[in-house]
């Protein structure tokens, strides 16, 4: 059973960075796509960002294009979230999820994804 796990969220001034990461377990998690998502209350889940199994395309949402950057580190089966310039529009629990298809693609819908952490929460103050 994969398990993934999100790490490196807090609360921070706007303009600041922050990292989080996503530790996946439980198979062969380096063979799929991999996105971060974020939700706020009362919203659905927005998709972030996300990156094909080889880390060779990522797909951008275009409220955190220039800013956000996705990686992934396949031997220690991690994924990362670098986020720079944040600004309080980015406060949400930012949530990782796995899709589990050979099909190489980034979807941008939630149910797409079959695996999800448990979110780590961000918050951006002005």
């Known amino acids: 059973q994969v398990q993934l796990v999100e790490s490196g969220g807090g609360l921070v001034q706007a303009g600041d960075s922050l990292r989080l990461s996503c530790a996946a377990s439980g198979g062969p998690v380096s063979t799929y796509t991999m996105a971060w998502f974020r939700q706020t209350p009362g919203k659905e889940r927005e998709f972030v960002a996300g990156?094909?199994?080889?880390?060779?395309?990522?797909s951008y949402a275009d409220a955190v294009k220039g800013r956000f950057t996705i990686a992934r580190e396949n031997t220690n089966s991690m994924v990362y979230l670098q986020m720079n310039s944040l600004n309080p529009e980015d406060t949400a629990v930012y949530y990782c999820a796995l899709r589990r298809s050979l099909i190489v693609a980034i979807p941008t819908v939630a149910l797409e994804y079959e695996y999800w952490g448990q979110g780590t929460q961000v918050t951006v103050s002005s």
């Open positions: 990156i094909i199994w080889n880390g060779e395309r990522a």
